[in-house]
C-alpha cells in the first residue's frame, strides 16, 4: 500500500487539476518490495547439562517505493522514482540464543540482537550547500544498487 496525492499542481503549468480543493490523498495497492536475505542458524546442545546455545546471523536487502501506507511520495505523477532502500533494512543481523538449565524449578533463558547497524548518509548538494530532497537521494541510491 501507498497514498499519492491526486490533486498536486501540474508541474508545466503550476495548476491543480481541481483548483477549489487542496490535496487529494489516493490509497493505492500499487506499492511494491523486495526483500532478499540469507539466513545461517547454528545450534549447539549438551543434553547432560540441559544446556542449549543458538545463533543467527541474516545477511538481507530490503527495498521498497513506500514505507507505509500514509507516507506521500515527492513527486506523486512519478511515485516509481521513490523506489530505494527501506526503513527496515538491516543488512546484518546477529542474534543469540542460550538455555540453561532449571535453578529452583525455573529454566532461564537468554536471547537478543547482538549487533545491528544501519548507517545513513546525508548527501549534500555542493552547490547549494544544503540537503539533497529525499527523491534526489533515492535516485542516487538506486544507480548504486
Not at 549534500?124 to 527523491?135: F, I, L, N, T, W
Request: no cysteine; glycine share 6%.
Amino acid at each position: 500500500m501507498r497514498a499519492r496525492d491526486i490533486n498536486t499542481p501540474d508541474p508545466a503549468t503550476g495548476l491543480r487539476p481541481e483548483p477549489a480543493i487542496g490535496s487529494i490523498t489516493q490509497f493505492e495497492s500499487t506499492g511494491r518490495s523486495t526483500r532478499d536475505s540469507l539466513n545461517v542458524n547454528i545450534g549447539y546442545a549438551i543434553p547432560r547439562r540441559q544446556m542449549n546455545l543458538g545463533m543467527n546471523y541474516t545477511l538481507a536487502r530490503f527495498l521498497n517505493d513506500a514505507d507505509n501506507a500514509t507516507q506521500l511520495p515527492v513527486n506523486s505523477y512519478k511515485p516509481d522514482l521513490e523506489w530505494g532502500p527501506s526503513s527496515q533494512d538491516i543488512r546484518h543481523r546477529v542474534q543469540a540464543n542460550l538455555f540453561l538449565p532449571p535453578l529452583f524449578g525455573v529454566r532461564a533463558a537468554l536471547n537478543g540482537l547482538v549487533y545491528s547497524v544501519r548507517i545513513a548518509v546525508q548527501h549534500h548538494d555542493r552547490a547549494r550547500r544544503q540537503p539533497r530532497s529525499r527523491h534526489q537521494r533515492s535516485a542516487a541510491r538506486r544507480d548504486r544498487s
